[in-house]
């Protein structure tokens, strides 16, 4: 992923052109790294989205709503302070390097114009969010505070002076040819072309830096040292080429498509022609700031929800992983069990051949008159017992072995059931995209009395969460339901009798409902319905996945079974290979 200083280039400019003048509206901080910043000129109304996550950091443009924290977070409410009706003076990167510095005049308590400024830092795990006083150039404070203890290079808290992260690179901006020939001839050991662009010149990624050596025809991986005059010569050509569009703002921004999964893999403020030798295809779009939003939403949407249920998904995987050992140990006893009937046929026998029994022996042979053929067999004996005292202790174990079966099967039939409710409800953690969605899982699993509310916690008001809804083809609603408690809503207060309900065979899954309106439904509606489901379930991935299919009026809740568990009955099954891309094109909302 190329979130490089070429990309910020191009970013910086195209926010200077669409905020630079407008006034701060509204500041929220959706995340703990995270900010929106509603900016208004005339005529527009903008959300600057600015991301300091380790793992996705980004900053851009964005049209989506996010939901808000009750109370603001403290730098939330600094910023809002310094910021609030502020106007935008100016935007600009720091030489070549992924910062960006967003400059706003405001007004203070006194009511005297002050400019603060805004450092927005993309730099991996060391992403930051700064608000920087630029008459003393002293941080007020930041959105990662970063003491001594965390790094000894730099630090950024309140009170200190902002300063740049040292490096050694060297800004293309200000590169000679000279300068150029003379660090790849002081270049000490062997170092792949495009790897030695990255590590010496700044704003360059590793894609960046290919697609340099692709443009100057050169082999990527061939040691620098080892190019002819006439190599270097075509390599500077293609940095002065690539410094003239910088300099000359004639960007081109785009996304790399893997042609066979339809994935972005990559985007830049310039082609990155290198991918065009394999499987990739280069969309190009107008706007810097739509290509980072097309390709970070859904990424940042996945990473954040990773985040968010982490403790829940460990929680669920140990209960789950606890219930497997739980059933080979009750199954390895129920298997011992089944033998309760040889010990019965033991204690008959010694009481058949008393007579030739006495005490002190350890084993006697005699004929099993229960067997087929009546074979001898040999039955042990308790040398401390009395022949009878033996007998007693066979019927004595052949009671306690029939008393276990029944309770084995109880707790096993138990366990099961257990196991599969809670294999539904990580499938509908693993699939769910809202936050919303996963506190009601959340509710679920404390009512059910799966897992401990916690003391300090205060009793929530149950979150509404809508279910999903698709239409097919032929204009039959589909509904789907994002979790337990959806499922038992949709299935059996929602739904009507005559409404067809689709779940996937043995794979944990949601409840799908189709309205049928009292009407018989095609193979073709059956076919969109069950592709939902399959999506909608661990198996999505999967080809022939199986979904059963049969009426409402087929399926009924035990009593006391756990939400979302229900038992069917005279249901068809039909194999389908589902496609994003399909269920997509019915998705209503």
Not at 117 to 124: A, D, L, N, R
Not at 184 to 198: D, G, N, S
Request: aromatic share 6%.
């Amino acid at each position: 992923m190329a979130y490089d200083g070429i990309l910020m280039s191009g970013l910086a400019d195209e926010l200077k052109k669409k905020l630079v003048g407008g006034r701060i509206d509204k500041i929220h901080q959706p995340e703990a790294d995270a900010l929106v910043v509603h900016v208004k000129a005339p005529g527009l109304k903008s959300k600057l989205y600015i991301s300091a996550n380790s793992n996705l950091p980004h900053i851009t443009l964005i049209d989506r709503k996010m939901d808000n924290p009750l109370k603001a977070p403290m730098f939330c409410m600094l910023l809002r302070k310094h910021l609030s009706g502020g106007r935008i003076l100016d935007i600009r990167q720091h030489a070549l390097e992924r910062v960006i510095h967003i400059d706003v005049e405001a007004r203070n308590e006194l009511g005297d114009l002050t400019t603060k400024q805004i450092v927005v830092e993309i730099m991996g795990k060391h992403s930051n969010i700064i608000l920087v006083d630029t008459e003393e150039n002293t941080i007020l404070d930041s959105i990662k505070r970063i003491p001594f203890s965390v790094s000894r290079i730099r630090q950024i808290l309140p009170g200190l002076r902002y300063e740049y992260l040292p490096t050694d690179k060297k800004n293309l901006y200000e590169a000679t040819r000279e300068e150029f020939l003379a660090m790849v001839q002081q270049t000490a050991k062997a170092t792949q072309t495009f790897k030695w662009l990255y590590m010496n010149y700044q704003g360059f990624s590793p894609a960046a830096s290919r697609s340099l050596c692709f443009e100057a025809d050169i082999e990527e991986s061939v040691d620098i040292t080892a190019l002819t005059p006439k190599e270097l010569g075509k390599l500077w050509d293609a940095l002065q080429d690539l410094k003239s569009t910088l300099e000359n703002k004639t960007y081109d921004p785009v996304l790399v498509k893997e042609i066979s999964t339809g994935k972005y893999v990559d985007l830049s403020s310039f082609p990155l022609q290198h991918y065009l030798a394999n499987d990739f295809d280069i969309v190009h779009n107008d706007s810097m700031a739509a290509v980072i939003s097309e390709y970070y939403e859904k990424k940042d949407q996945v990473n954040r929800m990773l985040h968010k249920t982490q403790n829940l998904r460990k929680f669920l995987s140990q209960r789950i992983d606890r219930l497997l050992n739980k059933l080979q140990k009750l199954k390895e006893e129920q298997l011992y069990a089944e033998n309760a009937g040889e010990s019965k046929v033991y204690g008959e026998l010694i009481l058949a051949n008393l007579y030739q029994l006495e005490k002190g022996m350890h084993e006697v042979k005699v004929l099993n008159y229960y067997e087929e053929g009546s074979p001898e067999i040999a039955v042990r004996l308790d040398s401390r017992l009395t022949p009878s005292e033996n007998a007693q202790k066979y019927f004595k174990k052949y009671n306690k072995l029939k008393t276990a079966q029944d309770k084995l099967a109880s707790q096993i039939e138990e366990a099961e059931a257990d196991l599969v409710y809670l294999e539904q409800v990580q499938t509908a953690v693993e699939l769910s995209s809202d936050p919303n969605n996963i506190e009601e899982i959340r509710q679920e699993l404390v009512e059910a009395g799966v897992m401990k509310k916690k003391h300090q916690q205060k009793t929530k008001k149950r979150i509404k969460v809508d279910h999903l809804t698709y239409m097919s083809s032929e204009g039959f609603e589909i509904l789907v339901g994002k979790n337990n408690l959806q499922n038992d809503y949709l299935t059996l207060k929602l739904a009507s009798n005559k409404d067809m309900w689709l779940h996937t065979k043995i794979i944990p899954g949601s409840h799908v409902i189709v309205r049928t309106k009292g009407q018989d439904l095609s193979e073709q509606t059956i076919y969109e319905a069950a592709c939902i489901a399959a999506w909608h379930s661990k198996g999505r991935l999967s080809g022939q996945v199986p979904v059963d299919y049969t009426l409402v009026k087929n399926v009924s809740k035990p009593n006391g079974a756990k939400p979302g568990m229900v038992i069917y009955l005279t249901n068809q099954t039909v194999y389908v290979t589902p496609d994003e891309d399909d269920i997509n094109s019915m998705r209503v909302k």
